[in-house]
């Protein structure tokens, strides 16, 4: 291909160098002419041609690699049509995403305040429950000496069928600090204080407090047999646990 066109060249060249030279050998006054004669000389030089040296070959595969391109350039152009719609898109997902983030926050900190609420109930209840504990573990001393105290008198001078003058007297203080007592205990069980006795039920650590233990073969093992000091609840809360002899027979 190259050989070819270097030939055309030279060929071209040579024609033109030939023709400079006629034209320079033309005498004066051959070269003086009419106007129509210039005219004429103009139209019958021969003129110089270029031939392309591409073969058909050549050029359909020069057409078939600029047609990617064409194809590349209709599509960059669709891309480019299509990018607002893309454009949209994407602030429409970033948005979804904000929104999940959003409702994600939302329904944490709704768990915190409920979190917040029940447990800040919780500590008003305790608050109220428990206020008077210092008060009451004062006040179970006072119970207690009620008990003692009814407990000093024998039975035997309450049951007495023939009674004197003090053996009514005694039962008569008696009967006084027996429902002094009662009265006493149901108005601390109104406000969550209430004493128990654990005898004859399971020893319980959580609840009791064993100040000595005995074989017993007629009772069952790790039961209580004796209560030496009666225990107290406040809302279900001990406190005070009981003190009790508790049966060993392991």
Request: hydrophobic letters at 35%.
């Amino acid at each position: 291909m190259l050989r070819q066109t270097v030939s055309a060249t030279s060929r071209a060249l040579r024609s033109t160098a030939r023709l400079g030279t006629q034209r320079q050998t033309v005498p004066f006054a051959q070269s003086y002419q009419t106007p129509f004669a210039v005219v004429r000389a103009i139209a019958v030089a021969p003129r110089a041609r270029w031939y392309s040296s591409e073969t058909d070959a050549a050029k359909a595969d020069t057409a078939k690699a600029d047609e990617p391109k064409s194809n590349e350039e209709e599509v960059k152009k669709e891309g480019e049509a299509e990018s607002p719609e893309a454009a949209l898109k994407k602030q429409l997902e970033a948005k979804e995403a904000e929104l999940r983030e959003m409702k994600d926050r939302f329904l944490r900190s709704v768990a915190d305040f409920r979190n917040l609420q029940d447990r800040t109930e919780r500590d008003m209840k305790a608050a109220r429950d428990f206020a008077i504990q210092r008060f009451a573990q004062d006040l179970v001393e006072s119970v207690d000496n009620f008990d003692r105290a009814l407990s000093m008198v024998p039975q035997e001078k309450l049951q007495a069928e023939e009674k004197s003058e003090h053996l009514q007297d005694l039962a008569n203080l008696y009967e006084g600090l027996k429902m002094t007592e009662t009265v006493l205990l149901s108005t601390l069980k109104k406000h969550g204080l209430e004493r128990f006795d654990p005898n004859g039920e399971v020893f319980n650590p959580n609840e009791h407090e064993a100040t000595f233990m005995t074989p017993m073969p007629d009772k069952e093992h790790n039961t209580v047999f004796h209560t030496q000091q009666k225990g107290f609840k406040l809302n279900g809360r001990v406190l005070r646990p009981a003190k009790v002899g508790v049966v060993k027979n392991k």
